[in-house]
């Protein structure tokens, strides 16, 4: 399957602060991008869907202006996670897929990004 | 409100049994099944997708569909400790955004030596 990257892995910061994680497809170009939250215990929640060269597509529930998406190339899109607070410690996995796997519905996973927040 | 469910588990086999798991979706219309294993800590990692009714095998592992019953499972042959996971069963969400998938809370399995 194809290989998705995600840095950093594991990530403690200090309320208040912005913290930024970036999800690579390696060998093929994504189109899509997407990012998912899961808390302990919990399952995986889409939070936004990232689209090469335009804005992302939030979830309900999910503020845009505190998790910033920017997916600027066909292999990297970020995640940002602004003014981060103790309630937004999880586990942050970033999955992608080309145009010709989408109706397959074939997501490959990055390894995912933990954030605690102090 | 489209629904993924599993029962949590967890789920305990000795090895060398056979494994299985069941899923259910509140979504008729949708097409696109998968079943992936998470290990403690880790991102999740695809095991079986099924788009038809009936069944599918891939080594140890077969996923059977039935889209009349809404619902989707996992048997797992010869488990072995390895097999020790959260098993996610995912189902991709047509209404939402495009290819975006709707996992439940996944059965934790523990096959004991």
């Known amino acids: 399957g194809a290989v998705v990257s995600q840095h950093p892995s594991w990530v403690i910061c200090k309320s208040g602060t912005s913290v930024k994680i970036e999800c690579r497809s390696l060998?093929?170009?994504?189109?899509?991008m997407f990012w998912y939250r899961q808390f302990p215990k919990q399952s995986l929640m889409l939070m936004a869907t990232?689209?090469?060269?335009?804005?992302?597509?939030?979830e309900q529930g999910v503020e845009k202006d505190k998790f910033l998406i920017n997916h600027a190339s066909l292999t990297l899109s970020t995640l940002t996670v602004t003014s981060a607070h103790p309630e937004d410690s999880s586990f942050y996995i970033c999955?992608?897929?080309?145009?010709?796997?989408?109706?397959?519905?074939?997501?490959?996973f990055g390894e995912g990004s933990r954030l605690t927040v102090l | 409100q489209k629904e993924v469910e599993q029962n949590s588990g967890p789920l305990s086999v000795p090895e060398g049994a056979i494994a299985s798991l069941n899923c259910t979706y509140s979504?008729?219309?949708?097409?696109?099944f998968f079943w992936y294993r998470q290990y403690s800590g880790k991102s999740p990692e695809l095991i079986m997708s099924?788009?038809?009714?009936g069944d599918k095998e891939d080594g140890r592992f077969t996923a059977q569909l039935n889209k009349a019953s809404q619902y989707v499972s996992l048997l797992i042959r010869d488990s072995q400790p390895s097999d020790s996971a959260t098993y996610l069963c995912?189902?991709?969400?047509?209404?939402?955004?495009?290819?975006?998938?709707?996992f439940g809370k996944g059965t934790k399995l523990s096959v004991k030596p």
């Open positions: 999955s992608a897929t080309t145009g010709d796997r989408e109706e397959t519905g074939e997501l490959f």
């Open positions: 060998d093929f170009q994504a189109t899509t």
């Open positions: 990232s689209n090469e060269g335009s804005k992302a597509t939030y």
């Open positions: 979504d008729r219309v949708s097409q696109s």
């Open positions: 099924i788009y038809s009714n």
């Open positions: 995912a189902v991709r969400n047509y209404g939402g955004s495009q290819g975006n998938l709707i």
